[in-house]
């Protein structure tokens, strides 16, 4: 066990699924890299397609990549890039019950999170404003609005902004249109800078600016 303070995966899905019961969707993620066999990967698939094959409550699969710093297992134990590719495209072939499978940018870089469109994942997920988790561990790759709609067209796809219940907000099939400035921003978190301060580099833009 690596998180012990954390419920069990047996409690998370019977959470779920009265969570689901009572109307809340919500999305399902895989931490990999942590030393997991690639059975345990696929008992992990399993038990969320089983629960979805019940409820149908989960609108989205995010798989992402364990990062090394500031924890106890050091990168003792992490998946390469081609088996987050490989495994986007199994959850893709299993996960038929779920919608959407979303590349994990923020983890495996943006490179890598445009090549997960060619392996299934339909869902790149967004520009945070500031993200906590993973940047804390190392993860330091930031993106925009502008750089994220070319990622997708020039990997062959329509950029679309999307709602968190995956309605299309705008659809961004015409280049023409799209937006000229890159004022979203993402950033990771103060917490992440050594020191604790945030760099000066990850200001927030004022949109006035």
Known sequence: MIAPLKESGERWLEIMEIAHGLGVESTSTMLMGTGETNAERIEHLRMIRDLQDRTGGFRA?????????????????????????????VARLFLDNIAHIQG??????????????????DDLGSVMLEENVVSSAGARHRSNRMELINLIRSAGRVPAQRSTTYEHLVIHDD???????????????STAIPGGTAHPELKLLNAAD
């Open 61 to 89: 699969f995010i798989p992402y990549t364990y990062q090394p710093e500031n924890n106890h297992l050091k990168g003792r134990t992490q998946a390469t890039l081609f088996e987050y590719l490989r495994l986007i495209a």
């Open 104 to 121: 994990s940018w923020l983890t495996v870089g943006k490179e890598m999170g445009q090549l997960t469109l060619h392996y299934g994942a």
């Open 175 to 189: 280049p023409a249109d799209d937006p000229v400035d890159d004022k979203v921003v993402s950033h990771i978190a």
